[in-house]
């Protein structure tokens, strides 16, 4: 089972950050997956991602619209940048790219 963290944000920290954030948790649990979606919305962080969520992830999702706030938690860690748009409208989409990416490769 993946293990799957995201952060999300829009530049104006209202609907698109929660919408992805629902988006991405829907996508990755239909999966079978765990997820731990991070929102850095208007009214700050919330759900935040915490050292052990962070050491336990196998990919790390960020939107791309703007700047996630505190990123170098991340170093290390295979990170999936993504289009708010993108989170929102094509959950799926990525969750593919992700599988494939971790496969076993034969």
């Not at 948790?25 to 929102?39: H, P």
């Not at 052990?52 to 990170?79: N, P, Q, S």
């Not at 940048?81 to 990525?94: E, M, N, P, T």
Request: charged share 20%; hydrophobic share 50%; glycine share 6%.
């Amino acid at each position: 089972m993946a293990n799957i963290i995201a952060v999300t944000a829009c530049p104006s920290g209202v609907a698109h950050t929660y919408m992805a954030a629902e988006a991405i948790e829907q996508a990755a649990t239909a999966r079978g997956w765990q997820c731990k979606v991070e929102t850095q919305g208007s009214i700050g962080l919330e759900n935040p991602l915490t050292p052990e969520d962070i050491a336990a992830a196998d990919m790390v999702i960020l939107t791309k619209d703007i700047g996630i706030k505190f990123e170098e938690r991340f170093a290390g860690k295979t990170v999936v940048r993504v289009a708010i748009s993108d989170a929102v409208k094509r959950a799926d989409a990525i969750m593919s790219k992700i599988a494939a990416h971790l496969e076993p490769t034969a």
